[in-house]
């Protein structure tokens, strides 16, 4: 009876104890040893200790569930998450209107990693989506102050991941890549570079314009100008030298008709231009390839933070900073000459590339100098852990490259605007097409003048010859009436 007793009393220590310890199996081992059982009473502490640990099961997945739920501050159980719209890169965010519900909606790579991760976690609530628009003085900082005030549940977008904002919120791993890197334009080892600074269809019409002034001079000046006479094969070559020496002003041939010096001045007008523009723009492309590495120019996000990590990580004190702000300045930059090269973070310089398929740029080099972008969260929400763990699946499945291809494959269409590839800044024949009329005119006309000339002419010979013809059917009849006349 006593050893009952004392059984009894060392169980019902063992339970109060244990219910006050967090490490309730090693608390058994310990304290089993220590009270006094029998064996019998050990097997219904084990049993009470089994109890208690299913028990804390359940508790723990009731207090999961409830953090999945009440810390979600929703209004009418909607998750409320605050969205960048600032328009920079459409394909890594991009915020829509809908027409019938006049609701936000959302589309972009950012988007649909978040939009997997969290059908994947079934919440069982809805998504709010709250734009935040860009204003002067604005920037990922602000974005960042709304969540950590609780005026929002979540924040995603392009946000880059910073010791100072972990702070003030959680963020969820990175769901890209990490680094930055340098987008440059590939360098042209051209034999034919003398041939860039015109378009084609531009060194056609001077070519076919050459050739029509020549035929002009020689159908006006080969029948009185001994320079342009001689056998066919001569006269071919006169002429032609004639007019591509005009290029260089090298022509040697004394024109005699008014109408040929008519029409080459307004030619070498002409020819002044263009070869005026040509040489500027030729120099412009050689200035651009022979930029020396002291005189360099570095471009760079103006909304990141990415200014400071190039100046004090890649030691670039000597470097000129130029601040740009969407894809198109990017590439502008980068075919003016203006920036030697971009730094920004990889998935932006990818959106560029993506966006611009058909421009001649290569990401030539990284540096894990930043931690890559993350979904926000309040300070101690635990949707960022459990968020992060969806990321690392989708990342080991393959979900996330398959997304990254889908927007951000230099391939593919990544955006429903109209970005079309930029032309190079070079001569082409709209711009300087008034020249080209103007002397057009002038040869068709002194062409005109000159048939009209010849065909005048030709008439007034056959008109004299006629004449003469007629005065001397005659002049046989006068000579005999005058004899006749003589005689009498």
């Known amino acids: 009876m006593y050893m009952f007793r004392q059984d009894s009393i060392s169980i019902c220590t063992l339970v109060k104890v244990l219910r006050c310890l967090p490490d309730e199996p090693r608390a058994a081992r310990n304290l089993s040893s220590v009270l006094p059982m029998s064996n019998y009473c050990r097997l219904c502490a ?13 508790t723990a997945h009731a207090t999961s569930t409830f953090l999945k739920s009440s810390n979600l501050q929703s209004n009418g159980k909607k998750l409320r998450i605050l969205v960048p719209d600032f328009g920079t890169f459409p394909n890594l965010v991009q915020l829509t209107i809908d027409p019938r519900t006049n609701e936000s909606g959302m589309s972009g790579f950012c988007w649909d990693v978040f939009n997997a991760a969290f059908k994947a976690l079934d919440y069982g609530v809805g998504i709010e989506i709250i734009p935040y628009p860009y204003k002067d003085g604005r920037s990922y900082n602000d974005l960042i102050d709304k969540v950590s005030l609780k005026e929002y549940d979540a924040a995603i977008g392009d ?40 378009s084609a269809d531009l060194w056609t019409i001077s070519a076919c314009f050459f050739l029509f002034l020549g035929f ?19 006269q071919i070559g006169t002429t032609l030298w004639f007019a591509f020496s005009t290029l260089v002003y090298a022509h040697r041939e004394k024109l005699q008709s008014n109408l040929s010096r008519f029409v080459v001045t307004v030619w070498v007008i002409v020819v002044l231009v263009l070869t005026s523009s040509y040489t500027a723009t030729l120099s412009s492309l050689l200035t651009v390839q022979q930029i020396k590495l002291n005189e360099r120019s570095i471009g760079f996000q103006g909304l990141s933070n990415i200014g400071g990590a190039v100046y004090n990580k890649l030691n670039l004190a000597d470097t000129k900073f130029e601040t740009l702000y969407t894809p198109e300045a990017y590439v502008d930059a980068l075919t003016s000459g203006s920036v030697d090269a971009i730094v920004d973070e990889i998935l932006y310089l990818k959106s560029v590339l993506a966006i611009y398929p058909a421009a001649d740029f290569s990401l030539i080099a990284t540096a894990s100098t930043t931690n890559g972008f993350g979904f926000v969260f309040q300070k101690g929400s635990p949707m960022a852990g459990e968020m992060s763990i969806e990321i690392t699946k989708m990342r080991e499945e393959g979900t996330l490259k398959a997304l990254e291809d889908k927007w951000l494959n230099r391939e593919s269409a990544v955006t429903s605007k109209d970005f079309s590839s930029p032309s190079p800044k070079i001569l082409n024949l709209y711009g300087l097409r008034g020249l080209f009329l103007i002397s057009g005119v002038s040869m068709a006309l002194a062409l005109l003048v000159s048939t009209v000339g010849l065909v005048s002419k030709k008439w007034s010979i056959k008109n004299k010859m006629k004449i003469l013809r007629c005065i001397l059917r005659r002049s046989p009849e006068i000579h005999a009436d005058s004899d006749v006349e003589s005689t009498v």
């Open 46 to 58: 084990i049993l009470v200790l089994m109890l208690l640990s299913f028990q804390s099961l359940l």
């Open 159 to 198: 946000i880059t991941i910073t010791a100072n904002r972990s702070l003030y919120v959680d963020f969820t791993l990175p769901f890209t890549d990490l680094g930055i890197g340098t987008l440059a334009q590939n360098s042209k080892k051209n034999i034919w570079i003398f041939l860039d600074p015109l």
């Open 216 to 234: 002009v001079i020689w159908f006006i000046e080969h029948r009185t100008n001994e320079e342009f006479q001689g056998s066919p094969t001569q």
